[in-house]
């Protein structure tokens, strides 16, 4: 099957409600727009430079995702490009967001990343601190929380990944029962190609998937 083969098979499978994200790390403007016109509707990538070579052909036609790891360096060319960044792991990170938002006169959707296999050598905020650093976000004006996203430790097989989604499920409904203002909690981004259906069903209703939609990376 081609990518558009692939795209359109995907969405008749995802259950309503639930939202794919074409994971495009590495991938050229053509296998892009190729999805896209197949009916995909958002864009992860993983690093600005490499959205930034790819928006002049893709532009507005999708939405982008920021699902990388976010460098401070890199916040203001990123508030540019995103519509929404799916890896908030930290309070200085939300501060340069909050910062470069409020200059651009936007406010960024944002969801914070979850480090739910608790691995020192990831990104993400740990389960015990969550609550804690979501209470500090309502100070900032320009980004509003939408939800949690999560990587889980790498799994030989689909089902090793079910305890630290269903973990993030727990803590996203303990997050939203704070009712904390500025904050929405809509948004469960769990699951890439070898476990979509494992998040799903552990109640995720957004994936990111690459290469069930591109094939495998060169």
């Known amino acids: 099957m081609n990518i558009s083969d692939r795209v359109k098979a995907l ?16 991938r050229p403007a053509t ?25 002049p052909a893709v532009g507005s036609r999708a939405r982008w995702h920021f699902i990388g790891h976010l460098q401070r360096n890199k916040v203001k060319r990123a508030v540019k490009l995103f519509d929404m960044v799916e890896t908030l792991d930290s309070l200085e990170l939300a501060s340069i967001l909050d910062l470069e938002c409020g200059k651009a006169g936007k406010i960024m959707p944002v969801l914070i990343e979850v480090n739910s296999g608790e ?37 030989n097989e689909a089902e090793g990944y079910r305890p630290y989604f269903r973990l993030t499920r727990k803590l996203f409904e303990s997050v939203k029962g704070l009712n904390l203002p500025c904050i929405k909690m809509q948004y469960l981004s769990m699951g890439m190609t070898d476990s979509y259906k494992i998040a799903i069903e552990e109640g995720a209703n957004m994936v990111r998937i690459g290469s069930r939609i591109f094939g495998p990376r060169s």
């Open 11 to 26: 969405l008749e499978e995802l259950p309503p409600g639930v939202e794919l994200v074409a994971a495009a790390k590495t």
């Open 119 to 155: 691995e020192k050598q990831k990104a993400g905020v740990m389960p015990n601190d969550l609550i804690d650093f979501v209470k500090q976000l309502p100070d900032y004006k320009h980004i509003q929380v939408k939800g949690l996203m999560t990587m889980g430790p790498l799994a």
């Open 31 to 55: 296998e892009i727009l190729e999805a896209v016109d197949a009916g995909v509707k958002i864009i992860g990538q993983n690093y600005v430079n490499e959205a930034e070579a790819v928006w």
